[in-house]
């Protein structure tokens, strides 16, 4: 069965430091990649995804992320973080001939000012 | 555009009881999905409605839930009689196309006690 792991289930970070969350997914066809974040008191919302391509995905806000295939893995990272980055991040992936999202268990980021 | 709409935002029943939930996807968004996060855990794929038909219902715990979606728009989900392990967060999403990103609600928080 498929399933994704995150390796960071509480990041605490001071503001300017370097971030990278790990994601690692099992499943051996042609996937999909998303890093998903929810902001305190907001909705889940996509800050970036990857279908082909560029294994470098840019995003919003800064972040990218980097689908290794060998590794099967698609880390999330920011060079500098800032306050408004405290959130939940969650990765998911589905196979390419599902809609089904398979997520993580999410990591809780802290940034301090 | 409004985004997808959950009602009720929190949900408080005893173990036994019967709750329905709702969501109002975005207009025109024919694919509708729903998943659930347990306290702690991943966030689970229930169910995926194409307009008013069941796409894919792998996910759904058991028959003490029942989701419908008459006339292709809003959808409601059951519980029916909830147990104590119902408990988490029911989140709703939508699409306009299979392959396009998910617009999440902010989730009903269901306990059940």
Same mark, same amino acid.
């Given at each position: 069965?498929? =399933? +994704? =792991? ?45 279908? =082909?391509?560029?294994?470098? +995905? ?34 998911? +992936?589905?196979?390419?001939? *599902? ?5 993580? *268990? ?8 | @555009? ?6 009720? !935002? ?41 307009? @008013? ?40 999403? !939508? !699409? ?11 989730? &009903?928080?269901?306990?059940? &006690?």
């Amino acid at each position: 069965a498929q =399933s +994704v =792991s995150q390796h960071n289930h509480h990041v605490i970070l001071s503001e300017a430091a370097s971030l990278e969350l790990g994601c690692n997914y099992s499943y051996g066809g042609t996937v999909n990649l998303f890093w998903y974040v929810q902001y305190p008191g907001q909705h889940l919302q996509l800050l970036l995804k990857y279908f =082909s391509g560029d294994p470098l +995905v840019k995003g919003i806000k800064g972040f990218e992320a980097e689908f290794i295939k060998s590794k099967f893995s698609f880390n999330l990272r920011k060079p500098s973080v800032q306050w408004s980055d405290t959130a939940e991040y969650f990765c998911a +992936v589905n196979a390419h001939n *599902t809609d089904k999202l398979i997520f993580g *268990t999410g990591t809780r980021l802290q940034v301090f000012p | @555009e409004a985004g997808v709409t959950q009602f009720p !935002s929190h949900s408080v029943i005893e173990k036994g009881q019967t709750v329905t939930l709702r969501c109002d996807p975005i207009s025109g968004h024919d694919n509708l999905y729903w998943y659930r996060r347990v306290m702690g855990k991943e966030i689970k794929f229930l169910l995926h409605f194409v307009k @008013e038909s069941k796409q894919d219902e792998s996910g759904m715990p058991n028959n003490r839930f029942l989701a419908e979606r008459t006339g292709g728009t809003y959808s409601t989900l059951k519980v029916q009689p909830a147990e104590l392990e119902d408990s988490g967060v029911y989140f709703c999403a !939508s !699409s306009r196309v299979r392959s396009s990103p998910l617009h999440f609600g902010n989730g &009903t928080r269901l306990t059940v &006690t």
